[in-house]
């Protein structure tokens, strides 16, 4: 290939990754994490990086805690409460006022959790002599475990699951609508849905809607008080860097809490747990969550991770990820011989998550996982999506704009190492 990089089409000023990264209001944040200064790390969508004060908790955790300290634990250390706890760390970070995020299982069980209780409400709501209420409305670009676990709660609940497009959920909801399951954003394209719009929709409708919002959490602001969403779920390891499996997180809105009925009602969301009543009364609160023994070490490790946090406000995270992500754009284009690679990715701001994706064409299709090993061979890591998607997320704690010049470079690179060995 002979295709040279071509730049003139941009603001040389506007190319400078060293001018961004100096006016950057959180390039500080970086040094809260470890990370390889070799490495551009475009992953953090996937599994966060390591923020730098977890090691050293978790060690105490560990030794101090459970070694010395074991059961008295529990309420010396705080273990008992720290799903509440680190439910209302996380609150801020969603748009929620405290007592309605609780910490605990994964995402997949939290989707269960609240989809069944979901259609509970919505039916409990339905008057006489109105349509029985007999359909989930699911996503139909959703994650797959989302729609594995609809299916089910829909078979538990003699209802029927429906596909829909997440822009059109508030147009297809009807009289016979429980429940609508959406992702915030699309984990493949990285395309933003109008949390708001979408609830208010499914309201209108009589139903109730439960927001996956794993690819927003963190990486952009997620405002489920404001929007009046009635439950959402998300990851912790991804854009919350709480570590490799790290527990999930239910947000369960407050006027809501008295009627949800969990269907995984497990003695620690007992009103009172310790009296080991044959009777299940659940807790008030966000506690009714809960369903066993909160997974502590990866908890905690959690609970020290979200301290990367602490002053930095949602609408810097999200005005740097918009930057990163045009300036990434913007970069492949000038790097990238034309006509390789095409973005899912939505070049409207309102409708981007905080990620890249690029569909590679024609024979790169078949490439496309041969391209992401390249760059991974040039030290920049993103991860491929079957068929031919590159991913690439931005985290802008962590990421520069020097990363995003470099990312770029090195994919125009790639591309034209897999093409020359045809
Ligand atoms: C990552 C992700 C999940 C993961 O679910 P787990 O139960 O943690 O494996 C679920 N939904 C979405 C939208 C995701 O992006």
Redesign the pocket.
């Known amino acids: 290939m002979s295709e040279q990089p071509d730049t003139t089409e941009f603001d040389a000023a506007e190319l400078d990754a060293a001018a961004l990264d100096a006016a950057d209001e959180l390039a500080a944040c970086r040094k809260n994490f470890l990370l390889d200064d070799g490495t551009v790390y475009l992953d953090g969508n996937s599994l966060g990086a390591l923020p730098r004060s977890v090691p050293a908790r978790l060690a105490d955790v560990v030794e101090r805690e459970w070694g010395s300290l074991l059961i008295r634990s529990w309420s010396e250390s705080g273990w008992w409460d720290a799903p509440e706890r680190t439910g209302d760390r996380i609150a801020p970070l969603v748009g929620a006022a405290e007592g309605q995020v609780v910490v605990g299982d994964?995402?997949?069980?939290n989707?269960f959790k609240a989809v069944v209780a979901a259609v509970r409400i919505a039916r409990e709501e339905t008057a006489a002599g109105r349509p029985a209420r007999t359909e989930i409305l699911v996503d139909a670009a959703?994650?797959p475990?989302?729609g594995y676990v609809a299916a089910s709660a829909a078979r538990m609940t003699g209802a029927a699951v429906r596909a829909v497009p997440a822009a059109e959920m508030a147009a297809a909801a009807g009289p016979t609508t429980a429940a609508a399951l959406v992702?915030h954003v699309d984990?493949r394209t990285g395309e933003l849905h109008d949390l708001a719009a979408a609830t208010a929709g499914v309201h209108r409708a009589g139903g109730r809607i439960v927001w996956?919002v794993?690819?927003s959490a963190g990486a952009l602001p997620v405002e489920l008080d404001a929007s009046g969403a009635d439950f959402a779920v998300g990851?912790t390891?991804?854009y919350l860097n709480g570590g490799p499996g790290a527990p999930?997180f239910l947000y369960v809105r407050r006027e809501l809490q008295p009627r949800f009925d969990s269907p995984l009602p497990g003695w620690t969301s007992h009103r009172d747990p310790f009296a080991m009543a044959s009777g299940y009364e659940p807790a008030e609160g966000a506690a009714r969550g809960r369903v066993g023994t909160p997974d502590i070490l990866s908890m905690l490790a959690l609970e020290e991770a979200l301290g990367v946090w602490d002053g930095v406000g949602m609408e810097a995270v999200r005005r740097k990820s918009l930057a990163l992500t045009d300036f990434f754009m913007a970069r492949v284009r000038a790097h990238v011989p034309e006509g390789r690679l095409t973005s899912l990715t939505p070049e409207a701001h309102e409708r981007r998550g905080s990620q890249v994706s690029l569909l590679c064409e024609g024979e790169l299709e078949a490439e496309a996982e041969r391209v992401m090993a390249a760059l991974h061979e040039r030290g920049v890591v993103g991860d491929f999506r079957r068929p031919g998607v590159l991913r690439f997320g931005f985290t802008p704690l962590y990421t520069s704009f020097a990363d995003a010049e470099r990312a770029a470079a090195a994919l125009g690179d790639a591309v034209r190492a897999v093409e020359s060995e045809r």
Not at 106 to 109: D, L, R
């Open positions: 994964s995402t997949s069980v989707v959703t994650f475990t989302d992702n984990y996956d794993c690819h990851c390891y991804k999930a």
